[in-house]
């Protein structure tokens, strides 16, 4: 079982918004704003879509957007395009003592 | 431009090791730590730990003490995993990931392209 609880899957239409939750603690991502966002094609490396909560890497689409309410942080992609079909994995600093990072169990993004 | 260039699919028996490689390029190799990240067939990703790349020094995440093993060669830029005793549940895809900048609680700003290890008799 994953530290940090993401939906398994969501879906969407090209041009339409959804939003990925990840719920962790107070430990995690409610303690602080070290919350990234990572997308993974099949078969390839997965990639820094987000970090520090909302901030987004140099060459990201501006299309991808983070948050944070408490323990839950959200990545939220507008104008849905057939290429953002991946698998998403949000992260957090984890401030107990035998890990320094977690991830969340993962979230398939079907574009329909 | 970073690169993460990492060692090919390795097949192995149980009971036997294997060392993967992931060499750097395109920065001061010593300047930011390097992760290790595991992804079992179909399964999420778990972070393993890291190595500061300065000193040599590992920590090892819950469940990655014992057969695991981070090391470094400074001069060729290079960052190990080595697994030993291995066993069926170890097979998985292995990244290294370099950590996005040298300082706090960084992201994994880069990946390597991974590296399958498979455990079969």
């Known amino acids: 079982q994953s530290a940090l609880t993401q939906p398994a899957s969501v879906s969407g239409s090209p041009g339409q918004s959804i939003t990925i939750s990840c719920t962790g603690t107070s430990s995690d991502v409610g303690g602080y704003n070290y919350v990234s966002w990572y997308q993974q094609h099949p078969g390839k490396a997965p990639k820094l879509m987000i970090y520090?909560?909302?901030n987004r890497p140099s060459g990201v689409s501006n299309r991808f957007s983070g948050s944070k309410s408490g323990n839950t942080a959200s990545l939220t992609i507008s104008g849905l395009q057939a290429e953002d079909e991946a698998d998403y994995y949000c992260?957090?600093?984890?401030?107990?003592?035998?890990?320094?990072?977690?991830f969340g169990g993962g979230t398939k993004l079907t574009v329909l | 431009q970073v690169q993460l260039v990492q060692s090919g699919s390795e097949l192995k028996k149980p009971g036997a090791s294997v060392k993967v490689s992931c060499k750097a390029s395109g920065y001061t190799f010593t300047s930011y730590a390097m992760n290790w990240v595991r992804q079992a067939p179909g399964q999420g990703l778990e972070w393993m730990g890291w190595i500061n790349t300065n000193t040599g020094n590992p920590t090892y995440a819950q469940g990655f003490t014992g057969r695991f093993v981070f090391s470094l060669d400074t001069s060729v830029s290079t960052a190990y995993l080595q697994i030993s005793s291995l066993k069926a549940e170890d097979t998985a895809v292995y990244y290294c990931a370099r950590d996005l900048y040298s300082y706090g609680h960084t992201p994994l700003g880069y990946w390597g392209q991974g590296t399958l290890v498979t455990v079969s008799s």
């Open positions: 992260s957090s600093y984890t401030s107990s003592s035998t890990l320094e990072k977690v």
């Open positions: 520090e909560v909302s």
